[in-house]
C-alpha cells in the first residue's frame, strides 16, 4: 500500500485529481469508481476545473458508485444521485448513458443489488476506485462485521453512519436506515484504488486502518491485502500516526 501523505484538504483533492487525470489519459474509455460524502467534494470542483480548462474529457469513460440510501428518490437533495448529478455529472461532458449509481428505489432491491453487480462484470471491472474512509472503518456503506467476501448488497446503515453523516440531513431521524452498497469482494476486484482521508475527525480510523490487524470489524483494514493501493491522507488525518 502506498501512502502519499499531503498538507491538507485542498493538496488532497489536487494530488487525487492528477492521478485521475493520468488514469483517463492513458485509457480514455476507463472505468471509474466514485463516492460521495464530503471527502470527494474538493476532488470533484478540480476535475471540473480541469474539464474547463481542456485538460481532459470524459466522454468515452464510464462510472460506477459505491453506493446508494434506500429510500429517498433520485431528485431528493440528499441522494447519492442528487449528489453526484450536482458535484459532478451535470458540469462535465460524461455520457448519462454510462453513469451507473444504484437505484435504491427498486420495488425489488436484491434483484437490484445483483443487476448492479452484473453490469460491473459485464464491463469489465473497475479500473479505478475512489473510496471515502468511514470514521468506523466502514467504506462503502459496508459496516464493521461485513463479510470481506460480499458482494452488492442491501445493509442496515450502523448508528455511528447514520451520525456522523447527519449533518447533511435536518434531523438524525431524517437519515435513512439502510442502502445499497457495492460488496467488499466487488471494491478489492478493481485494479486500482484510491483511498482519500482528511481531516482530525478520520486521525483515529487513519491509525487503525494503518496499524491495525486485518479483521472484518475494520472493513477498510482488508485494503492493505489489495496490490495497487493508494491512500491519499492530509496532515491532520495523519496525527495519530507521528
Ligand atoms: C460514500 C461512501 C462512504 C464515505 C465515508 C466517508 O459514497 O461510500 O464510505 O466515503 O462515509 O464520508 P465523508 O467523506 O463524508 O467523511
Redesign the pocket.
Known amino acids: 500500500m502506498k501512502i502519499v501523505q499531503v498538507k491538507d484538504y485542498n493538496e488532497m483533492s489536487e494530488a487525487a485529481c492528477s492521478l485521475i487525470i493520468r488514469e483517463i489519459h492513458n485509457d480514455p474509455e476507463l472505468v471509474l469508481g466514485?463516492?460521495?460524502?464530503?471527502?470527494?467534494?474538493g476532488l470533484y470542483k478540480k476535475l471540473i476545473e480541469k474539464y474547463n480548462q481542456e485538460a481532459v474529457s470524459f466522454k468515452a469513460i464510464t462510472s460506477f458508485?459505491?453506493?446508494e440510501y434506500i429510500g429517498l428518490s433520485k431528485d431528493n437533495r440528499n441522494s447519492?444521485h442528487f449528489?453526484m448529478e450536482n458535484y459532478l455529472f451535470q458540469h462535465i461532458d460524461i455520457n448519462m448513458q454510462n453513469v451507473y449509481v444504484p437505484t435504491a428505489n427498486s420495488p425489488d432491491a436484491e434483484k437490484e443489488c445483483s443487476a448492479y453487480e452484473k453490469l460491473i462484470r459485464d464491463n469489465g471491472k473497475i479500473d479505478l476506485q475512489i473510496?471515502?474512509?468511514?470514521?468506523n472503518g466502514?467504506?462503502?456503506?459496508?459496516e464493521p462485521g461485513t463479510k470481506f467476501s460480499s458482494r452488492t448488497h442491501i445493509v442496515n446503515l450502523a448508528e455511528s453512519?447514520r451520525k456522523?453523516?447527519a449533518?447533511?440531513f435536518e434531523t438524525i431521524e431524517n437519515v435513512p436506515t439502510s442502502a445499497i452498497?457495492m460488496g467488499i469482494k466487488t471494491i478489492m476486484e478493481s485494479r486500482e484504488i484510491i483511498i482519500?482521508v482528511?481531516?482530525e475527525?478520520?486521525a483515529k480510523a487513519l491509525a487503525r486502518f494503518i496499524n491495525g490487524e486485518i479483521s472484518e470489524h475494520f472493513p477498510a483494514s482488508i485494503l492493505k491485502k489489495h496490490d495497487n493501493v493508494t491512500v491519499i491522507a492530509d496532515e491532520a488525518a495523519m496525527n495519530n500516526l507521528k
Do not use: V
Not at 34 to 41: F, K, M, Q, R, V
Not at 131 to 135: A, D, F, V
Open positions: 466514485l463516492a460521495t460524502g464530503s471527502t470527494p467534494e458508485n459505491l453506493d447519492y449528489y473510496l471515502g474512509l468511514g470514521t466502514h467504506i462503502g456503506f459496508n453512519t456522523a453523516n449533518r447533511f452498497t482519500l482528511s481531516g475527525r478520520k
